[in-house]
Each structure stands twice: as structure tokens, then as C-alpha cells.
């Protein structure tokens, strides 16, 4: 028994080479092939998004309307696929499902996410039980013209670029202290999963971040030139 679960450790594609992944099973089928379905699903959820914003009158603006598709996509990734993560994170590795091979797969790039990692956890959770909603409560502000949308705004994009700053952080100090990479070297699994699947969140937030500071100010400046005008008069 104990020979077979040692084989089992070193016969998976994760890095780094024999990180132990409790329940770890191949996939009984390619892992991509849930991929098309994936991405169509995404795509369906930003276009009626945005399409109900065109309708909107409280979104009169192209980011306002790019805005609106964006958290609810992240919503969707947030509740449904990182929940779908936190909920099965002790077997995932072993699961057959069409969202566990898409985590087995994204995981060759993060075997940290096979692993119960303690940060990963942590981070995942907070996303899945208070960003997800934020999103979903930003979504909707913006499209009945809530004011609050650019504070909703301004804390789930500081959220973003938080926990994207601390997921590369975390993962560049292991590899740069400790010498352990948890990504698969080869350009597709780090460049384009790890490095390419996680940079919207470190771009897009900082365009809507600017966005709702100068909405934000130019509010505040139009309050300030009313009340000199009152003054005056």
C-alpha cells in the first residue's frame, strides 16, 4: 500500500517534482475538452450583462457598460468556479468532474490549488463569501444607477489587486527564497495560466479604480462649486 501511494505521488505532472497530492486520480478524459463550454458560458454572462446595460440609462458610458460585463463575470468565477474550489478543495484532485478537470488543469500552473495550501484556502474563501456577492451587488448598482456603485467599485477593485498582488508575491518569494515553483515551466503553464489567466485582475481593476476617483472627484468638485455659488448668491 505504501508503495503504491508513493508511486502515485511521483507519477502526476505537478509541480514541484513529488509534491504529495492526497486522492490524486489521471483524468478519464482530456482535460480541455470542457474548455469551448467554459469560455462560452463566460461569454453569455458579460454580453447579456452588457446588453442590459446598453438598455440602462444609467449607464450612458462605454466603461460603464464594460464595467457592468466585467463583475458579473467575475461573479460567476468567484461564486460558482472558486466556490466549486473551496467546496471540494480535499478531493478535487481526484474528482471527474468538468470543473475539477478545468482546477487540474489550471493547477499545473498553481499546484498549490491540489494541495490545500493554507494561503490559497484563505484567499479562495474570502473571494467566494465576500467578493463574489460584492461583484454581483456592484453589477447591479451600476445598472439602476445605485449610488453607491463607485464605493462597491472602488473596495472590490482594491480587493482584486490586493489578492493578485499577494498571489504572485507569495508564489515569487517561494521560488525566489526557498527555490520551490509550484508552475510547470513550460510557457503555456506559466505564462499563459499563471502569468495571462490572472493579469485582468491586476489591469482591469486599476482602469475602473481610476475610473471611480475621478467620478468620485468630479462629484465632489461639482458639490464644492454649488455651495460657493449658493455662498456668493
Partial sequence: MEAGAASRVHQHPYYPPGVAIPGWAPDDAPRLRQAPLFVAVIGAIATVAYRQ????SHAPRFI???AAAW??????????????????????????????????EYALSDSRYLTSDVFTVC???????AWGPLCL??????????????????????????????????NWAEQRFAGVSYSRPEFLY??????GFNMPWAVVPLVLLYDSYAQVGKAFGALQDGAKQRKNT
Fill in 123 to 129: 484567499v479562495e474563501t474570502i473571494t467566494v463569501f
Fill in 71 to 104: 463583475f458579473s463575470v467575475c461573479c460567476f468565477l468567484h461564486v460558482c468556479f472558486e466556490g466549486y474550489y473551496i467546496y471540494n478543495r480535499t478531493r478535487i484532485a481526484g474528482l471527474q468532474t468538468p470543473f475539477a478537470h478545468l482546477w487540474k
Fill in 137 to 170: 451587488l456592484t453589477t447591479i448598482s451600476i445598472l439602476v444607477g445605485s449610488s453607491s456603485r463607485h464605493v462597491n467599485q472602488a473596495i472590490i477593485c482594491t480587493a482584486h489587486l490586493y489578492g493578485v498582488a499577494l498571489y504572485y508575491a507569495t
Fill in 190 to 195: 506559466y505564462w499563459v495560466y499563471y502569468v
Fill in 53 to 56: 446595460a446598453c438598455r440602462s
Fill in 64 to 66: 460603464d457598460r464594460f
